[in-house]
């Protein structure tokens, strides 16, 4: 699957939640590998990623703080290792972020969906 088959994921999911992104931005870390484990919350809202070279810990929008509950996405396949990609919806008339989506593709399948989402209080 390719960044714009997951970007049109993000978009098609964030469209049925109310909140369409407006905005994307493919996962890279700072080593400049593009592979990682997920960890999110699903109740608080909030992800970490995990780079699979380098095993750098990115918190996803600064929400590391506010996970109380962490579990480990996989995909449906029981792969772990993903390609990701955040996508945000904007309040009406500003440049605030209201929702944050976290989409993957599968690095095994290549399978895509949105894995975690919340609003950003």
């Given at each position: 699957m390719s960044r714009d088959d997951l970007?049109?994921?993000?978009?098609?999911f964030?469209?049925?939640?109310?909140?369409?992104?407006v905005a994307f931005e493919s996962l890279v870390c700072a080593c400049g590998h593009e592979k990682f484990t997920l960890f999110s919350d699903d109740r608080s809202g909030g992800a970490v990623?995990?780079?699979?070279?380098?095993?750098e810990n990115i918190s996803?929008?600064?929400?590391?703080?506010?996970?109380?509950?962490v579990a480990q996405n996989v995909c449906a396949c029981d792969h772990e290792v993903l390609y990701l990609m955040t996508g945000m919806a904007h309040y009406p008339d500003s440049d605030d972020v209201q929702?944050?989506?976290?989409?993957a593709t599968?690095?095994?399948c290549d399978l895509a969906g949105v894995?975690?989402?919340?609003k950003e209080q």
């Open positions: 970007r049109a994921e993000i978009l098609r964030s469209t049925s939640n109310g909140h369409p992104a990623a995990v780079c699979t070279a380098c095993e996803i929008y600064d929400s590391a703080d506010f996970m109380e509950e929702w944050v989506y976290v989409g599968c690095a095994e894995y975690v989402d919340w």
